[in-house]
């Protein structure tokens, strides 16, 4: 069974720093990977997305993500932070041979100090 | 494309009344995905359909709840009789043929219940 961990539920930075969001993941085969962004009263929105290649992928609104396989992660980074990308995010990993389904993480929420 | 549109945005209903909540996927998806998300339990799938047939309904917490997809283009998440611990967002989102895009869902704006 895949499963996904994040395991900063709650993380404050400051406008302008860098950002990284841990994921682990368990999963047998390859993973698909996804990062969602979720901002207050709105659905999950797609950030980015891994299957297959070069294992730093970017993604939308600056954000980027690199798989490690033998660390079984794939961390979210964003090299200066805005103050609009406060919102909680999920990492979820899906497979093709589970007919689309994707399982999610609990969610990271992002608070950006001034 | 319009994304998935989910109605009502808002609802408040006292206990032990019937409430639907409507979902609209993207045209030409395959995949149709209803999730509850709450503080406590975090974002739980609940039932999905492929070409409009439920695979998997475990999710489904109970016999009150029910779903239905009559065509490609509408579903239906319904909870008859509603009781407080159902006060949740429902998230309706669809995705394409796993093998063109696996797992990448979109998901609607969602629909907040609460329940009196």
């Known amino acids: 069974a895949q499963s996904v961990t994040q395991p900063d539920i709650h993380i404050t930075v400051s406008e302008g720093a860098s950002l990284e969001l841990r994921c682990n993941y368990s999963?047998?085969?390859?993973?698909?990977l996804f990062w969602y962004v979720q901002s207050p009263g709105q659905g999950l929105q797609l950030l980015l997305k891994?299957?297959?290649?070069?294992?730093l992928v970017q993604g939308i609104k600056g954000f980027e993500a690199e798989f490690k396989r033998s660390q079984s992660s794939f961390n979210l980074r964003k090299p200066s932070v805005h103050w609009s990308d406060a919102a909680e995010y999920f990492c979820?990993?899906?497979?093709?041979?589970?007919?689309?389904?994707?399982?999610f993480g609990d969610g990271t929420t992002l608070t950006v100090k001034p | 494309d319009a994304g998935v549109i989910q109605s009502p945005r808002h609802e408040v209903t006292e206990m032990g009344q019937e409430v639907t909540l409507r979902c609209k996927p993207i045209?030409?998806?395959?995949?149709l995905f209803w999730y509850r998300q709450t503080m406590m339990r975090g974002l739980e799938l609940l039932i999905y359909?492929?070409?409009?047939?439920?695979?998997?309904d475990s999710g489904m917490p109970e016999d009150r709840f029910s779903a239905k997809m009559p065509n490609a283009s509408f579903s239906t998440l319904k909870i008859q009789p509603s009781e407080p611990r159902d006060s949740a967002v429902y998230f309706c989102?669809?995705?394409?043929?796993?093998?063109?895009?696996?797992?990448?869902?979109?998901f609607g704006e969602g629909s907040r219940l609460t329940v009196l």
């Open positions: 989102a669809s995705s394409l043929e796993p093998q063109v895009a696996p797992g990448e869902l979109f």
């Open positions: 999963y047998g085969a390859t993973p698909y």
């Open positions: 891994y299957f297959s290649g070069d294992t």
């Open positions: 979820a990993v899906g497979a093709a041979g589970n007919a689309g389904k994707s399982t």
């Open positions: 045209s030409g998806h395959d995949y």
């Open positions: 359909f492929n070409n409009n047939v439920p695979i998997d």
